[in-house]
């Protein structure tokens, strides 16, 4: 496909309740969208960076500049075999992964709209729904984090993930076990603990979590490695796993048994297929994961979760009222009424197409980047 024109558009979008995580508090999504226009149809992606560098090391300036400056004025004018060629073409564009997932993402759209297919079938997903876990913030005390369980048990949700940090973790877990009993929990700690912490990582681990997420740095495979042979709950790796090379360290040092597969994270969907396939063949559970994404990504990461490998575990994956008033896609993403996410595919004839009303409306920034 020949990439005649591409779009940034920078929007802004309120969350509905400010999102709290050991790294920032989120109070608007601002995010970069990428459209790119091939042969009359439109591709569009979205960039999952934040607008600092605490979850990984990109940010949305960073993100910008990668995008404006590097990689769009070299794609614009020329033919693209898709976005596994894309993804080799750049590969001397170090790092920047989410960046880069937003024009895989778009160039995963335009091949569907050429194919007339959906991005299940053409990436071999197989659930037609997926179920749906919910990753809870850091609330302001205990009282206010068990109500929101019970909510979202009420909700039914099929497993719930607690965002902790140093100091108020063990306390809080026990506060949720207390309250709800046995139900499936987990936490995430976004590399908030060292080794040093060892004895509260002990104290966690009585807690029979279903695994305990990215407790240690992003960049300490063998520190994990360490702390999964001290623990008996699973390790889940998020931010460590930030490319497929980083997932085979992961599984030959035996640093988790679990992945959360963000496909932005680690460059785009076609490199989270195989990170996906490599887990599956070694054993490795594995879940997909989410970055509070507006309609585009959340579309996107539905059909990414329709993977084999994906079916027994819960994903990050709520609808899009869970975090906002409005969103950019229609129709709405909603859950099922027994919190299941279906995925679209040529049978249901569901397709999530941009809002464009809603993008103008949210936007605060445009790039045009023409041959
Ligand atoms: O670590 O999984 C994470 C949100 C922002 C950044 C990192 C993470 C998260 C979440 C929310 O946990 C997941 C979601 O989008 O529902
Ligand atoms: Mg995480």
Redesign the pocket.
């Known amino acids: 496909m020949r990439i005649d024109r591409a779009d940034i558009i920078r929007v802004q979008n309120p969350f509905l309740h400010p ?1 709290e ?1 050991s ?1 920032t508090k ?1 109070v608007v999504r601002d995010a970069l969208l990428v459209r790119l226009a091939s042969e009359g149809e439109y591709g569009w992606g979205e960039c999952k960076a ?1 607008h600092g560098p605490y ?1 990984n090391a990109e940010d949305n300036g960073t993100a910008l500049h990668v995008l404006k400056n590097l990689i769009l004025p070299r794609l614009v004018g020329r033919e693209c075999d898709g976005p596994e060629a894309f993804l080799r073409e750049f590969r001397y564009i170090k790092g920047n992964r989410l960046a880069k997932a937003a024009v895989e993402n778009a160039l995963w759209e335009l091949r569907s709209r050429f194919a007339g297919k959906t991005l299940k079938t053409l990436i071999g997903g197989t659930s037609k729904e997926v179920i749906a876990g ?2 809870i ?1 850091i609330q302001k005390d205990e009282k206010t984090l068990v109500e929101k369980v019970g909510k979202a048990l009420e909700a039914g949700y099929h497993r719930v ?1 607690i ?1 902790i940090r140093p100091g108020t973790d063990v306390t809080r877990i026990g506060a949720v076990r207390k309250a709800f009993g046995d139900i499936p929990l987990t936490v ?1 700690a ?1 590399s908030a603990y060292t080794l040093r912490d060892i004895e509260t990582l002990r104290a966690i681990d009585d807690f029979g979590l279903e695994y305990i ?2 407790p240690l740095g992003d960049e300490d495979l063998l520190d994990h490695a360490e702390l999964q042979k001290a623990l008996r709950t699973d390790i889940c790796l ?2 460590s796993v930030s490319s497929y090379e980083a997932a085979e360290a992961a599984i030959r040092l035996g640093s988790c048994r679990v992945i ?1 597969i ?1 496909s932005s994270r680690v460059g785009g969907i076609s490199e989270g297929i195989r990170i996906h396939d490599l887990a599956v063949k070694n054993g490795i559970r594995v879940w997909c ?5 507006l309609g585009i990504g ?1 579309a996107q990461n539905i059909a990414f979760a329709s993977l084999p490998g994906f079916a027994k575990m819960a994903h ?3 609808g899009s009222s ?2 906002f008033a409005r969103d950019i896609v229609t129709p709405e993403i909603r859950l099922t009424d027994s919190c299941m996410m279906v995925v679209p595919d040529e049978e249901n004839g569901i397709r999530y197409e941009v809002d464009t009303r809603a993008v103008d409306d949210m936007t605060v920034a445009h790039w045009v980047v023409r041959p």
């Open positions: 999102f995580t790294f989120f934040f979850y919910i990753s913030g993930k965002k995430d976004n997420e990215q998020d931010e959360n963000k994961g989410g970055m509070t994404e959340r990050d994956l709520a869970r975090f």
